[in-house]
Structures are given as structure tokens and as C-alpha cells.
């Protein structure tokens, strides 16, 4: 049911000569404050009209309609307040959530437009923690809303899939890796080489030297560079499908820092 036509229609009989239900309901508001009722109509709109102040006109009006559909309709200043029965406004409600199922709520109000949520984002070789599944699970929930108001939302999962960090990986794991550990529990034998080439450069510095040489290798395509970056990269996201699909989450699309970083940098050295 329209309460806001409920409201105009109740109106209409009281300004009938002045205005149109339309335009009545046109002027009706929410007021901020739910004290205040659930609709209010401002009866200063009219002063020139009657040639009255704000307030007798708002009076005039609640003693020349009928409230009786309403829990209670009141005059606060220049404003007829109105309240909802609540016993039959959510009557109403349940009567159509049970009626129209999934498909309630449903519009178009979004127009189709699109909104780009920002999901887990997680960071390559590194577990994933609670955080990640607490803004998966608000994303999707924000998404879900979007999709009822008629918005086109985009999940971006948004990985850390670039940096310095890789060349420190690349050089622990070719220093201290294998592949078949790497294979079998890619994320705790990455961090672990990770962690190792950070202990390791305290005592053995040029170890840094070696990481940004083959962070420069990757940044310029260097063709085994890569292949380990896709490889970690890969790898690091196979245990995280398991929790996304057990959960009945999808994501529209998935970028990557490195795909962002190629991008832009033609860009940047113009």
C-alpha cells in the first residue's frame, strides 16, 4: 500500500480548492525525527493561499479530516503530523513479504548503474585472515541490496598481487623453496620463505640487493620473473575458492595490482 497516497487522499477533501491530490502529495515529507510521525505535511506552503499563519492552517485542517485510518494525526507548528496505525501498516507489510516472496522489495530505482564494491582484497602468500571474511560478507551483503534497488554492483577483489615484496619472495624461494612444498601448502611454505629472507638479510644484506633485481626483472617482464609471480600468485589462491563457493559468494571480477601497475605506467612516464 502507497501511505503516502494514504495521506494526500486524506488531505484532499480540506483542499480541494486549492490544491490537487497530486500536488498534495508532491508537498507531503518524512520527517527526520520518527517522534515527529511518518509523514508531515507543511501547511506554510498555503499561507499566501489563506492568508492565515502556518499553524492556524495546520489546525484547520486536522478538524476537517477524517484520522481515523491513522494511530494519530497532530498539529506540531507549521506541520500536520501524521502516524501510522503500526498494527496494520505491518500487517500489511508481512501480508506482502509473504505474498511476493523473494521478489520483495524489488525496484529499479538504481537504474541499472553500477557501484563498485571493494571485497576482501586479499594479499598473495599471505593466509587469509578473519578480516577478510568479515568484508567479504558485508560486500556481498551491500551487493545483494544493491542488486534489489535495481544496481548493477561490481565486487572487486582487489589483490596484493604486487610490490617489492615479490622479489623478496622470488629470492627466498629460489634460495630455500621447491616446488612440490609449495604445491603442498603453498601458503604457509611462501610465508615461511618470506619470513626467512627477512631474517636472513639482517646478517646478509645484499639480499635486498638481489630482491630489487628481481622486482626490476618482473616490472620489465623478465620471462622466468613472471612465471613465478603467476605461479606464487596462482597457488596462493586455490585455499581461498573453498571459502568464497561454501559460502555461495561470487565475485564480478577480480584485479590485480600488477595489471593496474602496467597500465599506468605508460601513463606515468609521459
Not at 505535511?41 to 486536522?62: R, S
Not at 631474517?199 to 640487493?209: C, F, G, N, R, Y
Not at 597457488?235 to 559460502?247: G, V
Request: with cysteine; glycine share 6%; net charge negative.
Amino acid at each position: 500500500m502507497d501511505y503516502k497516497q494514504l495521506v494526500a487522499d486524506t488531505l484532499a477533501p480540506a483542499l480541494a480548492d486549492s490544491l490537487s491530490v497530486t500536488d498534495i502529495y508532491q508537498k507531503i515529507e518524512r520527517p527526520k525525527d520518527s517522534a515527529k510521525g511518518d509523514y508531515a505535511f507543511p501547511a506554510f506552503t498555503l499561507a499566501k493561499i489563506f492568508k492565515k499563519a502556518p499553524q492556524q492552517i495546520a489546525a484547520d485542517i486536522v478538524d476537517q479530516i477524517d484520522t481515523t485510518q491513522f494511530d494519530k494525526v497532530e498539529v506540531a507548528g507549521p506541520y500536520v503530523n501524521f502516524f501510522l496505525d503500526k498494527a496494520n501498516f505491518s500487517a500489511d507489510i508481512l501480508t506482502q513479504v509473504l505474498t511476493e516472496g523473494a521478489d520483495y522489495g524489488q525496484n529499479e530505482n538504481g537504474n541499472n548503474g553500477n557501484v563498485p564494491i571493494d571485497m576482501s582484497s586479499p594479499n598473495i602468500a599471505k593466509p587469509i585472515s578473519m578480516g577478510h571474511l568479515r568484508s567479504t560478507v558485508i560486500g556481498n551483503s551491500i551487493a545483494e541490496i544493491l542488486k534489489k534497488n535495481g544496481y548493477n554492483p561490481i565486487k572487486d577483489n582487489h589483490l596484493g598481487d604486487w610490490g617489492t615484496q615479490f622479489g623478496k619472495l622470488i629470492t627466498a624461494y629460489l634460495k630455500w623453496g621447491n616446488e612440490e612444498d609449495v604445491k603442498k601448502d603453498p601458503i604457509s611454505n611462501l610465508v615461511k620463505y618470506y619470513v626467512k629472507f627477512h631474517k636472513e638479510d639482517v646478517e646478509h644484506p645484499e639480499l635486498d640487493d638481489e630482491a630489487r633485481e628481481w622486482f626490476k626483472k618482473l616490472e620489465d617482464g623478465d620471462e622466468e620473473a613472471h612465471h613465478l609471480w603467476a605461479w606464487f600468485r596462482e597457488e596462493s589462491l586455490k585455499p581461498s575458492t573453498p571459502f568464497t563457493t561454501s559460502w555461495g559468494l561470487s565475485l564480478t571480477l577480480t584485479m590485480v595490482k600488477r595489471s593496474t601497475t602496467i597500465r599506468c605506467k605508460p601513463l606515468l612516464m609521459n
